[in-house]
């Protein structure tokens, strides 16, 4: 269901990202249309390579630069577009108002200082308080993702924690300054099994607690299952579907969803009857063309996916489409040549109205 335009915190128009690399352009990011509700936790899927990071990156307006470059969009944040705004502006909004758990909690935890120091140092750079003060704070947010002993683990370097307590230092860090948006890049997955579902109850908790909302990263549609209420599906550089999660659980549109659904091992399922998605998602730097899926897609429609693009159809309130098998011309080539490969295992109320 669409929520009120008042209850969207963000809203992505358009974004193109590209990097430009001696190889030739790698077009990650073609054109994303994306929105985030107040107090929602939105997922983010889709498989390796698939542009998660970099919409995150582009969002925070952290792409790397060279080779990055975002080339057009709007990312509207309260009203106000984070691309217009000055570099110590948007300084102001990162790590406050929306922070980021970052794919790898090594790289982005300074090995040289207590993780004190630097969850202290986050605070510092946005808020009012003294040292003791930031420590203090330090102390009770790193209580509260579950570091057990706190006030002693807070003069201890990030290589004296293990993986799954590095990522509640990182966890921390983001939260310290009350954010009202957390994007969280894969956030669990170095981790073992047990540890990660404790990563994201804590997540969870959280976002309840401090009625934040959540763009979680993943390529897990399980953690999506469990934690998300709404999921945004992507593929080379767009988003393929969008919807609440009942809904795309329930009956996804695009075959690439399908292919993604059918993926997630069922202890139920022979082995046999797990779809499975052929092919590896392209090379960006000559993507294929149109709908970029159609080379991997069982039901390519000859002369039509390859050279116009889908546009995004609102099959139902919310639940949001980019394929033919539901367009006019998707609809006027079935009716020509007859139906689309295996159109049959597509849900009958999309096709044939
Ligand atoms: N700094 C960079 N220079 C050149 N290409 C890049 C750079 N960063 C990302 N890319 C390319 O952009 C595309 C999207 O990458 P991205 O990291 O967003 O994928 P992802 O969906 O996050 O994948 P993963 O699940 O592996 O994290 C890929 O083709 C990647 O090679
Ligand atoms: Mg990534």
Known sequence: MNRPPEDILLEINGLRTYFFTEEGVVKAIESIDLVVYKSETLGLVGESGSGKSVTALSILGIVPDPPGKILQGEVIFHGQDLRKLSDSDMRKIRGNQIAMIFQDPMTSLNPVFTVGDQISEAIMLHQKVTKKEAREK???????????????????????????????????????????????????????????????????????????????????????????????????????????????????????????????????AEREDLTIIRGAIPNLINPPSACRFHPRCDYWMEGLCESVLPEVLEIESGHKVRCHIYSDAGKAWMQKHGEAREIGKIPKSAVGK
Not at 165 to 193: F, G, H, K
């Open 138 to 268: 330090s102390i009770k947010i790193m209580s509260l993702v579950g570091i057990p002993s706190a006030d002693e683990r807070v003069d201890n370097y990030p290589f004296e924690f293990s993986g799954g307590m590095r990522q509640r230092v990182m966890i921390a860090m983001a939260l310290s300054c009350n954010p009202e948006l957390l994007i969280a890049d894969e956030p669990s997955t170095s981790l073992d099994v047990t540890i990660q579902a404790q990563i994201l109850e804590l997540l969870k908790a959280t976002s309840e607690e401090f009625d934040m909302s959540i763009i979680l990263i993943t390529h897990d549609m399980g953690v999506i299952a469990e934690m998300c209420d709404r999921v945004a599906v992507m593929y080379a550089g767009y988003i393929c579907e969008s919807g609440d999660i009942m809904i795309i659980f329930k009956s996804p549109y695009h075959p690439y969803t399908r292919g993604l659904l059918g993926a997630i091992p069922r202890p139920d």
